[in-house]
Nanobody, 123 residues
Framework: QVRLVESGGGLVQTGASLRLSCAAS????????LGWFRQAPGKERELVGT????????YYVDTGKGRLTLARDNAKDTVYLQMNSLKPEDTAVFYC????????????????WGQGTHVTVSS
């Protein structure tokens, strides 16, 4: 069993930055492949990116020339999603996830989910 707890969301203005955090527990953190999903209002949830135990990152969305960056700190059992130059279209609920599957035409899914953290970007 893996427990994931997100934090760091909020209401910000266009151009601001946010760093979302996800604290994981329940298994050896350094062995966990983790990811962030987002679900914008009226849209389906989509996988933003994944990060493996060694810090290797795969993005599944347009990161906007580095506006979105995944990172992890194995010493803190935490994975991060850094978001810069935020735009109103970045408004979404962001979910941390583990045990991610899918790809190659199969929708991504996850075995473990956090509760989600809301990000609202005002214009």
């Amino acid at each position: 069993q893996v427990r994931l707890v997100e934090s760091g969301g909020g209401l910000v203005q266009t151009g601001a930055s946010l760093r979302l955090s996800c604290a994981a527990s329940g298994r050896s953190f350094s062995r966990l492949n983790l990811g962030w999903f987002r679900q914008a209002p009226g849209k389906e949830r989509e996988l933003v990116g994944t990060i493996n135990g060694s810090g290797g990152v795969t993005y599944y969305v347009d990161t906007g020339k580095g506006r979105l960056t995944l990172a992890r700190d194995n010493a803190k059992d935490t994975v991060y999603l850094q978001m810069n130059s935020l735009k109103p279209e970045d408004t979404a609920v962001f979910y941390c996830a583990a045990g991610i599957s899918g790809g190659g035409g199969v929708p991504h899914a996850a075995k473990y989910w956090g509760q989600g953290t809301h990000v609202t970007v005002s214009s």
